[in-house]
T-cell receptor, first 116, second 116 residues
């Protein structure tokens, strides 16, 4: 019963490098999302998807790219890393929310990213 | 304007006492869901409790209860008989309809420390 699997757990990048954070879920959740967590800022939504082939921007999308080719996977790409992207990143999923507003998010264990 | 406001950056409570963590929200949507999550120092996000906007009774889950005051737009988390393991960050979140997608929005969190 894996739930939401997020890799890697830690990553250090140099400014300008690119990388992909992986997220996979095995609960057949339609909704998937990426958040970043910074001290005192709570969780801020980067991108989300309500199903395969459908993605949309959240509150802080700049510098990030996503795709959703399957229901299970929702990778987050950093195009050209900047020190401002140093953060903890969480992937989260839930059932589709058309009228199902009571569905809680299931979170991965997070990725701690440092950009130097 | 913030949709979820948690006004207490930090709270302290004595073991075995009850504690209330405040959360106010802002929405014009009549149908929404309110959630509380716990983040211990290990970093994972744990779903605690849910309250629907149309629910007549306050939600309860073991030692957690949600004091829902719809007219005041508040959804405070009450933890009874605090335990040392309750020391953590606590986040209030809301899902309201955003084009039917019910995107979750989080508050900035409250840090709870339980003293022995």
């Amino acid at each position: 019963n894996a739930g939401v699997t997020q890799t890697p757990k830690f990553q250090v990048l140099k400014t300008g490098q690119s990388m992909t954070l992986q997220c996979a879920q095995d609960m057949n959740h339609e909704y998937m999302s990426w958040y970043r967590q910074d001290p005192g800022m709570g969780l801020r939504l980067i991108h989300y998807s309500v199903g395969a082939g459908i993605t949309d921007q959240g509150e802080v999308p700049n510098g990030y790219n996503v795709s959703r080719s399957t229901t299970e996977d929702f990778p987050l790409r950093l195009l050209s890393a900047a020190p401002s992207q140093t953060s903890v990143y969480f992937c989260a999923s839930s059932y589709t929310i058309q009228g199902l507003k009571n569905s809680p998010l299931h979170f991965g264990n997070g990725t701690r990213l440092t950009v130097t | 304007a913030q949709k979820i406001t948690q006004t207490q950056p930090g709270m302290f409570v004595q073991e075995k006492e009850a504690v209330t963590l405040d959360c106010t929200y802002d929405t014009s949507d009549p149908s929404y869901g309110l959630f509380w999550y716990k983040q211990p120092s290990s970093g994972e996000m744990i779903f605690l409790i849910y309250q629907g906007s149309y629910d007549q009774q306050n939600a309860t889950e073991g030692r957690y209860s949600l004091n829902f005051q719809k007219a005041r737009k508040s959804a405070n988390l009450v933890i009874s008989a605090s335990q040392l393991g309750d020391s953590a960050m606590y986040f209030c979140a809301m899902r309201e309809s955003t084009g039917g997608s019910y995107i979750p929005t989080f508050g900035r969190g409250t840090s709870l420390i339980v003293h022995p």
